[in-house]
């Protein structure tokens, strides 16, 4: 289960909630499980945050919800904790992350389009290449590069405008 940690992190910030996020990837490991043998080959890892992502789609299909937009104020330190537990190891961009006020850029990354923020997660956070961003999302390269830019506009005029208020 080499990307575990990975898939943990992705499901952690589209679900916000730790206990989702955990059967969310064991979901994933599941799906990819019983579909191995259907696996064509290639990157196994954009394989499987596309099969995090339909996971993920399917849960808030079947809860009658939209993705989660909102910050858990009843477990703001989930991750913190799991990261501290060392049961989560965080990737360099995160550590970058818990250097600036926290909540703010949670909320900042919380407030984008669930679409916007999944590419932001898998390019910025997981460091998946375009190409691999437009296997896992089933969207041509050319989308994921303009959506992937007006995101990254939304979120740096977000946070700059925090930063201003602060």
């Known amino acids: 289960m080499p990307h575990a940690n990975a898939l943990y992190r992705t499901a952690y910030h589209l679900s916000r909630h730790a206990a989702e996020a955990e059967d969310l990837t064991q979901e994933t490991y599941l799906r990819a499980y019983r579909a191995y043998a259907d696996f064509r080959g290639g990157d196994i890892r954009a394989w499987l945050f596309?099969?995090?992502r339909h996971a993920f789609l399917?849960?808030?299909r079947r809860r009658g919800r939209q993705p989660v937009v909102e910050i858990d104020s009843d477990d703001p330190d989930a991750l913190e904790s799991m990261v501290s537990t060392g049961s989560l190891v965080p990737s360099a961009e995160t550590e970058a992350l818990h250097r600036?006020?926290?909540e703010e850029?949670?909320?900042a990354i919380a407030s984008l389009p669930e679409?916007?923020?999944m590419m932001i997660l898998l390019a910025?956070?997981?460091d998946f290449s375009y190409r691999e961003i437009a296997e896992t999302m089933g969207i041509p390269m050319g989308t994921v590069m303009s959506r992937l830019h007006r995101a990254r506009k939304r979120l740096h005029d977000m946070i700059?405008?925090?930063a201003r208020a602060h």
């Open 160 to 162: 700059l405008e925090s």
């Open 115 to 117: 679409e916007w923020r």
């Open 105 to 107: 850029i949670e909320r």
């Open 58 to 60: 399917d849960e808030c």
């Open 100 to 102: 600036l006020p926290s």
């Open 50 to 52: 596309t099969i995090l």
């Open 124 to 126: 910025d956070v997981e």
